[in-house]
């Protein structure tokens, strides 16, 4: 079945980066989109990036822009999210997903998502 492993969360300071991995199983990866989102303490899931199945990207929301990097490596199944001059506010449960239908971003519903790895942004 469809399954994803996030990885690579953790606590970081104030401007620091991480890289987060999304591992993926159970369908053809490399023919599928890949979002990004997150999820902070009391508060929406929010969409964050997408990545198509040709490396297109689509930013759900502006923040991100110059911050966060999405991309993906198909020979390993695998995407990733790197995000550099981390603020408190990233702090919060990040996941990746896809939809069954193999639709593209950013036309795409998403219903097969991870269990997440937290994310948080200290001093």
């Known amino acids: 079945q469809v399954q994803f492993v996030e990885s690579g969360g953790g606590l970081v300071q104030p401007g620091g980066s991480l890289k987060l991995s999304c591992a993926a199983s159970?369908?053809?990866?490399?023919?599928?989109?890949i979002g990004w989102f997150r999820q902070a303490p009391g508060k929406e899931r929010e969409g964050l990036l997408c990545?198509?199945?040709?490396?297109?990207?689509?930013y759900y929301v502006d923040f991100v822009k110059g911050r966060f990097t999405i991309s993906r490596d198909n020979a390993k199944n695998t995407a990733y999210l790197q995000m550099n001059n981390l603020k408190h506010e990233d702090t919060a449960v990040y996941y990746c997903?896809?939809?069954?239908?193999?639709?593209?971003?950013?036309?795409?519903?998403?219903?097969?998502w991870g269990q997440g790895t937290q994310v948080t942004v200290s001093s």
């Open positions: 997903a896809t939809d069954r239908y193999g639709n593209e971003c950013p036309d795409i519903v998403y219903d097969y």
């Open positions: 159970g369908f053809s990866f490399r023919d599928y989109s």
């Open positions: 990545i198509n199945s040709v490396g297109g990207k689509t």
